[in-house]
C-alpha cells in the first residue's frame, strides 16, 4: 500500500537514449505502491517497446491520439483525469518546447494540455542542447507555469560526451517525486527537533559520546519540511547535509543543545526529541590532556538534565515527542519513558537495528496503544511518524473546539 497522497501517475516517456531507464522507474514506482499508467510518444516506442512497459505496469499502454480503449474514447482527457500527477521521464529537449508552447499534436502533448493535475519532467539531453539558450528560456518557462523539474544530473553522456543534461537516475526521480507529491499535512506547523548525539569532553582531546548517526532526526526534519512545517533542527555532531529549508542550529554538548532547545521552543507547536543526549558528563573536565600512568583511572560522571523532560514540563509545553532506544523490554521500558515525561507520544525501537542504519522499525506508543510502522527507510518511517502526530494535532484541535 502506498503511504502517500500520490496513488495513480501517468508516466510520460519520451524519444531518447534514456527511455530504457524508465523501465526501472516502473518498477520502483510499483515497487512504492503507486499505480502507474504510462503513455509513450512514437519517438519513445524507437527506443523500448511498449511491451516492456506493459509487462512492468500491468496496464495497457497508450502511444496515440487515436488508440481504442479509452472509456469515453477521448484519451487526452481521461487519461490526465484518472490521476494524481503526471511524470514525463525522460522528458526530451523537443517535448520540453513542445510543453512551453502548449502544442497538442500528440497523445502525450495533449494530454498534458489537458491536465488538472500536477506536472513533473525529468528532462534528459546532450549538453549542448541542455545549455542551448533556446533550452535555457524553456526550462525557465517551466519553472513559471509552475511545472517541476527534477534534474538533470551532469556526468557522462550516451553521445560520448560530457556535462549537463543526463536524467536523473530511476531512484531520485523516485525520491524527488514522492518529497514533491507530500500531502501538506502540517502546513504552517513550527517544529523543533533534536537530533545526533552529543559530545561530553573529559581533556582536551577525548570525549564521552555515542554511536548515533542523525539519520532518523534529519529523515524527521527533511520529511516535516516538506509536509509544510517551519522547521528548526538542533544537531549534535553529525556527518550529514543540513535538508533544505531547515534552520539547522549545531552544538555539541548535551549542555549547549538544552541551551538552544530552550532559546528555541517558545512558539513551537512540537518538539521531536530524537537526539541521543548522553546522560552523564565528566564532572571534572582536565584543562590538558590527562597524562598516562599505571595507576588505574577512575572519571566521576554526573547527570546531565534530561531536555525532553523538562521541556514537556513547561507550562507552556508543545507537543511533545520522545524516542526510547532500548535493547529489552522495548515496549515496557518506552511505555515507561512515555509516562514519565509525561508524553502524548513515543516512538520505540530496538537500538541496535536502528543506530547508524538507513531503515529500521518504529512502534509508536500513545494513550491508544501501540502503532508499528514496519521495516522501512528512515525517511519514510519519518513520514509516518508524522502522519501520526499530524492526526494527533488535528485530534487535539477539534476536541478544543467542539
Ligand atoms: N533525552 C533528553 N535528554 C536527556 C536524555 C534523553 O532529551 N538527557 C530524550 C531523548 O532524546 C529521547 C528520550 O529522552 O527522546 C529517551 O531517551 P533514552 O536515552 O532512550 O532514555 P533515558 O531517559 O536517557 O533513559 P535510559 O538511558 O535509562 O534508557
Known amino acids: 500500500m502506498s503511504h502517500y497522497s500520490i496513488k495513480k501517475l501517468l508516466l510520460g516517456i519520451t524519444g531518447g537514449i534514456a527511455a530504457y531507464k524508465a523501465a526501472e522507474l516502473v518498477r520502483l514506482l510499483v515497487k512504492q505502491g503507486i499505480e502507474v499508467q504510462v503513455v509513450m510518444t512514437e519517438a519513445a516506442t524507437q527506443f523500448v517497446t511498449p511491451l516492456t512497459f506493459q509487462a512492468l505496469s500491468g496496464k495497457p499502454v497508450y502511444t496515440g491520439l487515436w488508440d481504442a480503449g479509452s472509456s469515453k474514447g477521448m484519451a487526452h482527457i481521461d487519461l490526465s483525469r484518472e490521476v494524481d500527477a503526471i511524470l514525463i521521464a525522460p522528458a526530451s529537449a523537443d517535448f520540453i518546447a513542445k510543453l512551453v508552447h502548449g502544442a497538442a499534436d500528440d497523445l502525450l502533448s495533449t494530454l498534458c494540455l489537458a491536465r488538472d493535475c500536477k506536472l513533473m519532467v525529468a528532462p534528459a539531453m546532450n549538453q549542448q542542447m541542455w545549455n542551448n539558450p533556446a533550452t535555457r528560456r524553456n526550462i525557465k518557462q517551466l519553472h513559471h507555469d ?36 507530500q500531502p501538506k499535512l502540517l502546513a504552517g506547523k513550527r517544529i523543533l527537533i533534536t537530533a545526533g548525539p552529543t559530545i561530553e569532553p573529559i581533556d582536551p582531546i577525548r570525549a564521552i559520546t555515542n554511536h548515533s548517526s542523525g539519520k532518523m532526526g534529519y529523515s524527521i526534519a527533511r520529511a516535516a519540511s516538506e509536509m509544510g512545517a517551519i522547521v528548526t533542527l538542533v544537531s549534535g555532531p553529525v556527518a550529514l547535509a543540513t535538508p533544505a529549508k531547515v534552520n539547522t542550529i549545531a552544538v ?11 532559546s528555541n521552543i ?20 582536565s584543562a590538558h590532556k590527562i597524562k598516562k600512568s ?11 538534565q534530561d531536555i525532553l523532560a523538562t521541556i514537556a514540563a513547561r507550562p507552556d509545553a508543545p507537543f511533545c515527542v520522545g524516542f526510547a532506544a532500548e535493547s529489552e523490554k522495548l515496549l515496557e521500558y518506552a511505555e515507561q519513558k512515555r509516562r514519565n515525561k509525561k508524553l502524548p507520544l513515543i516512538a520505540a525501537n530496538i537500538a541496535t537495528d536502528a543506530m547508524g542504519k538507513d531503515a529500521s522499525s518504529l ?20 513520514r509516518g511518524l508524522l502522519q501520526h502526530i499530524a492526526a494527533m494535532l488535528d485530534n487535539t484541535n477539534k476536541k478544543e473546539s467542539s
Request: some cysteine.
Open 252 to 262: 555539541t554538548t548535551a549542555a549547549e543543545m538544552l541551551q538552544a532547545v530552550e
Open 266 to 285: 517558545s512558539g513551537q507547536d512540537v518538539f521531536i526529541s530524537v537526539a541521543a543526549v548522553a546522560d552523564y558528563k565528566p564532572q571534572h573536565v
Open 146 to 181: 509552475g511545472i517541476d523539474v527534477l534534474g538533470p544530473a551532469s556526468g557522462d553522456q550516451a553521445c560520448g560526451e560530457t556535462g549537463m543534461g543526463r536524467m536523473l537516475e530511476p531512484e531520485e526521480i523516485v525520491e524527488q517525486l514522492l518529497a514533491r507529491t
Open 363 to 382: 512502534i509508536l506508543l500513545d494513550d491508544h496503544g501501540s502503532h508499528p510502522l514496519p521495516q522501512a527507510p528512515k525517511l519514510e518511517l519519518a
Open 294 to 304: 599505571d595507576a588505574t583511572l577512575t572519571l566521576q560522571l554526573q547527570p546531565n
